[in-house]
């Protein structure tokens, strides 16, 4: 088996479907439960949240479509036979959602140069290098 075989554009757009379907369930959750949001004070609840269910919610949803929808009304790789095979195909898709967006993110950054943001972020110039002093010109020198 060679990885051509799992990796076809029905995984990658199932993988940009869940990291959109966890981007619009992070944001309703967050605007319910402010108390989870980043923005406010760290409590157990926000740590449970983006510790362990945010991190393992996109595997959780890979694996229930998977096991939901048959094999006749997704194309599958070849090599996803039986149901067990379809769950761990569907987790792996999952965790592989994640670590897709920020690979597009990059590239598409690196080259094209288009610096991508999701609705709430924001996209932020570069910092400036605080060790460079500008250098300044005596007003003698023209």
């Known amino acids: ?26 944001r309703v959750v967050q605007l319910w439960l402010p108390t989870l949001a980043p923005e406010t004070p760290r409590t157990l ?36 036979v039986g149901r067990m095979s379809r769950v761990l195909y569907g987790v792996g898709t999952g965790w592989f959602s994640s ?3 920020v690979v597009l993110k990059f590239l598409l950054k690196k080259e094209w140069g288009i610096d991508v943001a999701l609705p709430g972020e924001s996209v932020k110039p570069p910092k400036s290098d605080e060790s460079v002093k500008p250098v300044e010109v005596p007003k003698d020198a023209k």
Do not use: D, H, K
């Open 45 to 80: 609840a926000q740590n449970v949240w983006e510790r362990v269910i945010l991190p393992t919610l996109p595997a959780a949803l890979g694996a229930v479509f998977c096991l939901l929808v048959p094999e006749s009304s997704f194309a599958y790789p070849a090599v996803v």
């Open 1 to 26: 088996m060679n990885l051509s075989s799992v990796f076809t554009w029905p995984t990658f757009f199932l993988a940009v479907s869940i990291n959109i379907l966890m981007l619009v369930l992070r």
């Open 99 to 101: 670590y897709l967006y």
